[in-house]
């Protein structure tokens, strides 16, 4: 099986004559009906807005396997499975605000060890802080007006200088009438304390949403 990691535990894998993206399994088994060839799990572009970016283009992320993520919109725990395998030696403290997504989470905490279940509200970091510590990494997919404001917050707190921001920017969640890249654009205008890698548009596989990877370079 033709195989190229082209970041740390993330893998290409040549698969019935498509390069597909795919992450180690650190649980052998599926997570949300994915397929699993040989021990790595295909990571579906059209199901993760992460895989989505991704697959666009390499972006420029700072990775390892011993890193800290705090995930922000954690859901039921699709990209945070795959998160969960890339960190295999790391934490990803997931936080969800929604009783019923965090209840099929825990399940999935169940059999990894490496993530934590946070029941929170992202936009009050505050209310977590004795839950984690600082990290490397800070990924979040909420569907909120205020989602830059809510990302520079947690990121102010808990990302270390030099960490990673991956930001999935919803924009119909915030403005309906304006293009999409237009919003996108003016969010980013609205984190602070960051230094702006990437802006890109996660179409075909997703409609009006766009992906940013920032760096912290202050306090």
Known sequence: MPLQEILPGVFLLAVDGKQRLATKALVPKPVYGEQIWEGYRLWNPHRSKLAALLMKGLPEIDLAASYKMLYLGAATGTTVSHCSDILHDGLVYAVELSARAMRELLLL?????NVIPILADASVPESYCSLLEPVQLIYQDLAQRDQAEIASMNCERYLLVGGTLLLMIKTR?????????????REVEEL?????LEIRDLHPYYTDHWAVVARKVSR
Not at 109 to 113: L, T
Not at 173 to 185: L, N
Not at 192 to 196: A, F, N, P, R, V
């Open 109 to 113: 905490c169940e059999a990894r060890k």
């Open 173 to 185: 969640s915030i403005d309906v009438r304006s293009p999409p890249e237009q919003v996108a654009r």
């Open 192 to 196: 602070h304390g960051l230094e702006i």
